[in-house]
């Protein structure tokens, strides 16, 4: 039932204490109890596994969200909401976390799984709560958001909509976006001057693009888009090669604009520049291998297909980079590895090329898959070959790194810094979003 008679910031109560919306933090709160119910029906949270709601608020969608899904987070700010938001929720076993929504720790959510989203996410900050949790990598699996009605269209447009700008490429790149619902001004209190909207958001396959640089990517978009009626050739750096050579590949005219090209062809502008002219191999079947016995003495060599395909056993290097603060960089595995796709793993694994030793390919590892160049490491553990690392006598070795990572996209999409205890707790309890040979790996390396 929709509420009556709301005076501009009237006070609300909760557990018995009024509580004023803070034009300071943008706070509109939803009292339209009907459409808060459909909100929070959108986010499928019947025993989903874990569902996050940032800025709740006066709990108008909590409320519908208790004892729903296996576990409930509530991220408030306002240090007036945060405590009474324990005291009504807390005893019906809802975890209140009082801070800022653009600075929680997503880190601690992997060991979760299914991890979804849903926010009636303030104006002001709206777009840095989004920012935060939904760039890559990131745990969340689904979300919705309700924010204002124009940034909603922007999420969700399309090429050749309006509302289709350097927003919907950057953001469409890693999510596909429905626009579900406009809600008008009269559901919240206060009421805003504009509409809001209902966004869903579900990560696209990343099967779907070729591998490109993300940084550059990012790069071009913005430029194409800081002067929408430009033509690019007048936006962009000089194209390698030339701009006729460019824009054939992309099948547009030289005189193209930013928001004539989809997001795959903004992908394909970026490989251009990149000089990635040829379509992504991912790893090569002919690649040669040492095949090893039960002792770790060579006994022949074959190719990467036949040693995976027979099961045969082989050499493999495992690197953990760890930073001054005691962090490990995990990698997640690129969509073209032959073996564990899209899993997290070691800073950098792979195997051994015909008469390398560890220590060398652990220095060529680290190049070629996160771009650091090395000079030594330390052995930290050696593992027998067995199912528990996909027939592989594996080394793990150590190396310090404290600057920045620049993951090579063929290799590694991207990774983050985790704690020794997050990444324990991720391990203990989901193994299956990991690299057989890394679990193998960090227990050996914790033990």
């Known amino acids: 039932m929709r509420s009556k008679g709301l005076g501009h910031r009237q006070p609300r109560i909760i557990s018995g204490q009024e509580v004023t919306p803070r034009k300071s933090m943008g706070q509109n709160f939803l009292v339209d109890e009907e459409i808060a119910r459909w909100i929070a029906d959108q986010i499928e949270p019947d025993n989903a596994g874990f569902v996050v709601e940032p800025g709740p608020g006066l709990g108008a969608m909590t409320q519908h969200l208790v004892g729903r899904p296996q576990k409930l987070l509530l991220i408030e700010k306002d240090n007036q909401l945060a405590p009474e938001l324990v005291k009504k929720y807390g005893p019906q076993g ?49 979300a919705v958001f309700m924010l204002q009605k124009e940034v909603c269209q922007r999420l969700a447009a399309k090429l050749g909509e309006d509302s289709y700008g350097g927003l919907s490429v950057l953001v469409q790149r890693d999510w596909d976006v429905e626009l579900l619902r406009i809600i008008p001004p009269e559901a919240f209190n206060p009421k805003p001057k504009v509409d809001s909207a209902i ?39 000089p194209a390698p090669g030339s701009w006729e050579g460019l824009t054939e590949s992309l099948g547009m005219p030289v005189t193209m604009r930013a928001e004539e090209l989809s997001v795959l062809q903004w992908v394909n502008l970026a490989r251009w520049y990149e000089e990635r002219q040829t379509a992504d191999a ?52 690129s969509h073209l590895k032959d073996v564990s796709p899209l899993k997290w793993d070691s800073s950098a694994a792979g195997h051994l090329d015909v008469g390398e030793s560890y220590a060398a390919c652990a220095i060529r590892e680290v190049h070629e898959e996160v771009g650091i160049e090395i000079t030594g490491t330390e052995l930290a553990a050696q593992l027998p070959a067995g199912e528990h690392t996909d027939h592989e006598f594996v080394e793990l070795h150590i190396a310090r790194h404290n600057g920045p990572v620049r993951c090579l996209p063929e290799e590694v999409p991207y990774g983050e810094w985790f704690s020794p205890e997050q990444i324990t707790a991720w391990v203990t309890k989901r193994p299956q979003d990991f690299a057989k040979g890394f679990v193998t790996c960090w227990k050996a390396y914790v033990k």
């Open 94 to 142: 809802v975890e209140v976390q009082h801070a800022d929504a653009t600075q929680v720790d997503l880190r601690e959510w992997y060991r979760h799984g299914d991890v979804r989203v849903i926010g009636n996410l303030p104006y002001s900050v709206g777009g840095e709560i989004l920012k935060h949790m939904l760039t890559p990598p990131t745990p969340v699996k689904s």
């Open 282 to 333: 991912g790893q090569k079947a002919s690649e040669i291998f040492d095949v090893v016995n039960e002792r770790n003495e060579v006994i022949g060599q074959k190719t990467r297909g036949e040693v995976h395909a027979q099961g045969l056993l082989h050499r493999a290097v495992h690197v953990f980079l760890i930073n001054k603060r005691g962090d490990v960089f995990l990698q997640m595995r």
């Open 199 to 237: 966004v869903r958001m579900t990560p696209r396959d990343p099967r779907t693009l070729p591998v490109y640089d993300r940084k550059l990517f990012e790069k071009l978009v913005r430029m194409g888009f800081s002067q929408r009626r430009k033509q690019l050739k007048n936006l962009l750096p």
